[in-house]
């Protein structure tokens, strides 16, 4: 039943409901049966080649393209993460676009999975890197002629690189999905003090702050290498000079942010911050979604077997959100 109002007029909770009504039906009626065509796709950056995969609906004219962007460590293309668990995250996201008809590439960052070799040395990344990767693979399909409009789609950390990459694409929309509003610095602060020793924290926020003023600090205690280890902390620097917020801001084209109520990384505060940030971006909170796209209760042993579980299904707002701001875009 669809929620409707004392009135008869439905709700904004009926309005969500009937749109993922509909969509869910447009996917098992229509485009379901769409030929999607699925290749693989490189980008030689003139100091590395990146891999990645493109998703293509059959068209006789050119269709939207999402470039996708995944978020932080050695996230692959599909969402997955060899520290986290496999939940083709972007992946299964990439098909619900696909059966409607929305193109999308989604890529191996520098340095990580197939794109490995493009930078063996984690020392040589950079998020300026990433962002300068995200506009050769931008001019790349902009040149293309089965692509119509560009729209940029950035998960977690890919968000700000998102924003970075945009204004030089002159894209035609950016999609933020669960991005933080917040020097990442921050977010990691209060991410380990919800769970390191008082000793621990104090080193890990002593690190933080040479960190953040541009200082690498190779004494790193054991059971803090995995996030401060010396060969990462190039990168970390380099993300620490960042604002997400003001880099969101200096967006001029339409944007559109997702976020989930049940994300253990990144919460609803950041989603309203970037909507302070840029006013005219369209905000979209889906109840009950996780930090990989999946309606998870918010207990952590659901919440971290869900990264490790492909198989559960996206959340279905999700496709809905998404499918109509870039139907919006393709209407402009």
């Known amino acids: 039943m669809v929620p409707a109002s004392p009135t008869g007029t439905l709700t904004n909770d009926g309005v969500m409901m009937l749109r993922v009504l509909i969509l869910s039906l447009t996917l098992f009626t229509g485009f379901a049966q769409a030929t999607v ?77 197939a794109s490995l070799a493009a930078a063996p040395d984690e020392r040589d990344l950079s998020v300026e890197c990433y962002a300068a990767d995200a506009v050769a693979w931008g001019q790349k399909l902009k040149a293309d002629p089965r692509f119509g409009k560009l729209i940029l789609l950035g998960h977690s950390e890919g968000a700000l690189i998102a924003s970075l990459a945009a204004p030089k694409l002159d894209a035609a ?34 690190l933080l702050d040479s960190l953040k003023a541009g200082h690498a600090d190779d004494n790193v205690p054991q059971p803090l290498q995995v996030i401060f280890r010396p060969s990462v902390q190039p990168y970390l620097i380099s993300l620490f000079r960042q604002d ?77 959100a998404v499918i109509e701001f870039i139907d919006g875009i393709r209407a402009s």
């Open 37 to 113: 065509l699925q290749r693989p796709v490189t980008l030689d950056t003139g100091s590395g080649e990146l891999f990645g995969s493109l998703l293509l609906p059959k068209s006789d004219s050119p269709v939207p393209i999402v470039l996708m962007i995944s978020g932080s460590g050695p996230t692959d293309r599909d969402g997955n993460n060899p520290d986290g668990g496999r939940n083709d995250s972007l992946k299964r996201l990439a098909w619900v676009l696909a059966k409607h008809n929305i193109a999308s590439v989604r890529y191996d960052k520098r340095g990580v999975a």
């Open 173 to 206: 929309a950016v999609i933020s999905l669960s991005g933080s509003a917040r020097p990442v610095d921050e977010v990691i602060r209060e991410q380990l003090a919800r769970s390191l020793p008082p000793p621990l924290m104090l080193r890990s926020n002593e």
């Open 244 to 320: 997400p917020a003001q880099a969101f801001a200096q967006l001029k084209m339409p944007a559109l942010i997702v976020q989930g109520s049940n994300d253990i990384q990144v919460g609803t505060e950041d989603a309203k911050l970037l909507k302070a940030a840029k006013p005219d971006a369209q905000l979209t909170v889906i109840e009950g979604m996780n930090h990989v796209l999946r309606i998870v209760h918010n207990d952590m042993k659901r919440q971290l077997a869900s990264y490790k579980d492909p198989n559960l299904p996206l959340a279905a707002e999700l496709g809905a």
